[in-house]
């Protein structure tokens, strides 16, 4: 089993930014894309980035260069800065590990952005 705990969400301003962390703990040997989505109420999750153990990332366009993420293999955490906030990231962000195809959710941190 792999716990994953998310942190770092709250309220900021629009313009403003923030930074969420995410980690795995449990059997966290294979570990291999990890994740930040988000559900904003009334909405699907959707996808905001990823990255894999090659370095490799994807960003929804709604978050390019606003958003960078990054991960440290080693501790199997990975971290989300949100950059140039607006209304519109106001959501609930949630953290997905996965490990041998096998998909492993935190329990999610709110954002809002709002003046």
């Known amino acids: 089993q792999v716990q994953v705990v998310e942190s770092g969400g709250g309220l900021v301003q629009p313009g403003g930014s923030l930074r969420l962390s995410c980690a795995a703990s449990g059997s966290i040997v294979g570990i291999n894309v990890m994740g930040w989505y988000r559900q904003a109420p009334g909405k699907e999750r959707e996808l905001v980035a990823t990255?894999?153990?090659?370095?490799?990332?994807n960003y929804a366009d709604s978050v390019k260069g606003r958003f960078t993420i990054s991960r440290d293999n080693a501790k199997k955490a990975v971290s989300l800065q949100m950059n140039s906030l607006k209304p519109e990231d106001t959501a609930v962000h949630y953290c997905?590990?996965?490990?041998?195809?096998?998909?492993?959710w935190g329990k999610g941190t709110l954002v809002t952005v709002s003046s």
């Open positions: 997905k590990m996965t490990r041998i195809g096998i998909a492993y």
């Open positions: 990255t894999d153990s090659g370095g490799n990332t």
